[in-house]
């Protein structure tokens, strides 16, 4: 099977790259990421965390090292509470020490927490080096490595300081899927339905029937299949091709924007879904997970303001139950949910905008003083406490 690609090409910005999808690719890597930096690179700065790099390292640094690359790994701990200042700093002090210069370059392998943290101290070490990203999770490869949003977690919420950097290149090895714990399977397919459903019929359909057709119980062992690895590196593709449309034309998630095509539209879910990160201190749920809850609220919502039919709700709901259990959210303190939402990344004045469902493929933003507080709260007991799915 051929490899798939997506050019992003940004609209107000004359860089662009290519997503490259495909499986066994990380042995071949090395002369990819010659291709897309300059020919004066030498040291590589490649950040990974422990169990990625256990199980794809060696094979990583010996395709880079025989295009005369020289590797320097730095190895950080996973999860999103990791992702902060404190890691950040000791990154930074790494690239130092290691002599990086404008010419070289920083490679990420692993999931968005190491992918989103390389690219910020890429973005901000000598004001910026090339940035290269190999996403290991499904939930990675179709949302946090393409776009440019790179950035770090603090005390007043999530992603809130970071910078806009985008890669030289992304590279997709489907193959490091067949590694990935059931949760994880889960959070990146919440993600996939995320976007479906603010995308078209299309990319909906295509997510339901993958869902349908090969369920993620025996997703490990369907690599045999050839269809499956086919219909799974398409998904990948045209996930990327949507979030890569939508940031063509919208790089910086412009403020003053508040159209179907905007790129906060991408925030679908993810209101409730960094307000539950936080509240728990990144330590109960996995992104994906959070943005799961995230999408029941944002259409329950939808649907008590009568702007999306009970049977687009209903529908929206049964895919994303087909993909899997969500943890348990019973015992959460809807209060401090509710105090959480003031640090919201898409608050502008003094106003939250929430993005909602007019039907599939029709998201809309809506300002937070449109709506009743009751009508927030009533939705958020229900989703987290009442166990929708």
């Not at 330590?283 to 259409?299: C, M, Q, S």
């Not at 509710?338 to 809506?366: C, H, M, R, Y």
Request: glycine fraction near 8%; proline fraction near 2%; aromatic fraction near 8%.
């Amino acid at each position: 099977m051929e490899i798939k690609k997506v050019t992003v090409k940004l609209e107000n910005n004359p860089h662009e790259y290519a997503v490259e999808i495909g499986h066994d690719l990380l042995g071949t890597s090395g002369v990819w990421a010659r291709e897309c930096l300059s020919p004066k690179t030498r040291k590589i700065a490649l950040v990974s965390n422990r169990k990625v790099f256990g199980l794809y390292g060696k094979a990583v640094t010996r395709a880079f090292e025989s295009q005369n690359f020289q590797t320097r790994v730095f190895l950080m701990k996973d999860g999103e509470r990791h992702k902060n200042f404190r890691v950040l700093e000791s990154l930074l002090e790494f690239f130092g020490e290691n002599k990086l210069t404008r010419t070289d370059a920083v490679v990420a392998v692993g999931g968005g927490v190491v992918g989103d943290l390389a690219g910020f101290a890429a973005a901000i070490f000598l004001r910026g080096l090339a940035f290269l990203q190999m996403p290991t999770t499904f939930l990675s490869m179709i949302d946090s490595s393409v776009g440019g949003k790179t950035g770090v977690n603090s005390g007043f919420g999530k992603n809130l300081i970071g910078a806009f950097h985008q890669p030289r290149g992304v590279l997709i090895d489907v193959k490091t899927l067949k590694t990935l714990p059931r949760r994880e399977l889960v959070a990146g397919f919440c993600e996939a339905v995320k976007q479906a459903a603010i995308a078209d019929r299309k990319l909906f359909n295509q997510t339901a029937e993958f869902t349908k057709n090969f369920s993620l119980s025996k997703f490990k062992r369907s690599f045999s299949d050839e269809k499956f690895v086919d219909a799974l590196e398409n998904l990948i593709a045209a996930q990327i091709a949507f979030k890569a449309k939508i940031v063509m034309q919208d790089e910086r998630e412009a403020v003053e924007r508040s159209d179907e095509k905007s790129r906060k539209i991408l925030n679908f879910g993810h209101t409730l879904a960094h307000a539950l990160e936080k509240v728990t201190d990144y330590k109960r749920f996995k992104h994906g997970e959070a943005v799961g809850y995230g999408i029941l609220f944002a259409a329950a919502l939808s649907k008590k303001l009568e702007i999306l039919d009970e049977n687009e709700l209903n529908l929206l709901n049964d895919v994303l139950c087909r993909v899997g259990k969500l943890p348990d959210a019973q015992n959460i303190n809807l209060e401090k949910v509710s105090e959480a939402f003031a640090f919201d990344k898409k608050t502008t004045g003094n106003s939250l905008q929430w993005i909602l469902l007019k039907e599939i493929g029709k998201p809309i933003i809506v300002e937070n003083k449109d709506i009743a507080p009751s009508l927030v709260y009533e939705t958020l007991e229900k989703v987290l406490h009442q166990k929708l799915l």
